[in-house]
């Protein structure tokens, strides 16, 4: 059987975000219990921001919920403003009603970044993978912090960041000699576990990627490339993401 992405098209980003919160929301309501795997970065911000009006309109509660991030910089303590702990916290975490003992995320100042990667994967494990995880992409086609040429059997683990994805991410730091130059991520293997994905992307600097995504070839060089491999994966992206693609 062929596996095939399923597109969702949006108009712009606010109907992205949209589209992708009735998802989770859905989710939310049909698995009180669910596993929630997150992605920080600008693309899901709106889709927290709608996550967070329905809660305050709608009182859906995430009291049972547990999730699991992605990915952490390596020397940030949560405490760090620019961590992405800090990053959930502000965006979602402290505006609904989810325990923060149910939340997860790597913890890029251990002091054994090895057994970090070990106890984070045992965590994935124990969870049998997240119900449904929340993806960007990167320029590049990374996704989580998984850079060109990642294998796609790799678990969480420690990576160097390319200058292409410092770059992309100096926007939240005072300089580019600040950008850390590591990351603890989950591996191609730890995202696909999960039972589905939800890719989303918005703008036309994605649009490339995106492209690549959807017709060219499933290789190492091209890490999203992998979610080809997975039965169910749903792409929300907008018309300056979709620009390059004929639907
Ligand atoms: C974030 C993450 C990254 C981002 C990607 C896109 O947790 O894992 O893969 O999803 O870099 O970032 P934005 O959304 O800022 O374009």
Known sequence: MKLEIKII???????????????????????????LGLATGGTPIGLYRELIEDFRANGTSYEGIHTINLDEYVGMTAENSNSYASFMKENLFSHINIKPENTNIPNGSAENLE????????????????????????????????????????????????????EANARYFPSMDEVPEKALTMGIASILKSREILLL?????????????????????????????????????????LQLVRL
Not at 211 to 220: I, T
Request: hydrophobic share 40%; proline share 2%; with cysteine.
């Open 9 to 35: 098209q949006a108009d712009h980003y606010e109907e992205m975000s949209r589209l992708a919160a009735a998802q989770v929301i859905q989710l939310v309501k049909a698995k009180p219990d669910a596993v």
């Open 115 to 166: 057994d970090e990667c070990k106890r984070y994967d045992a965590l994935i494990e124990s969870f049998n993978g997240a119900d449904l995880q929340v993806l960007g992409i990167g320029r590049n086609g990374h996704i989580g912090f998984n850079e060109p040429g990642t294998s796609f059997s790799s678990h969480v683990h420690i990576v160097e960041l390319s200058q292409n994805t410092r």
């Open 201 to 241: 992307a918005s703008g036309h600097t994605k649009a490339q990627a995106i492209k690549e995504l959807l017709e060219g070839s499933v290789s190492e060089d091209f890490p999203a490339s992998a979610l080809k491999n997975h039965q169910k994966v749903t792409l929300i992206a907008d018309q300056d993401a």
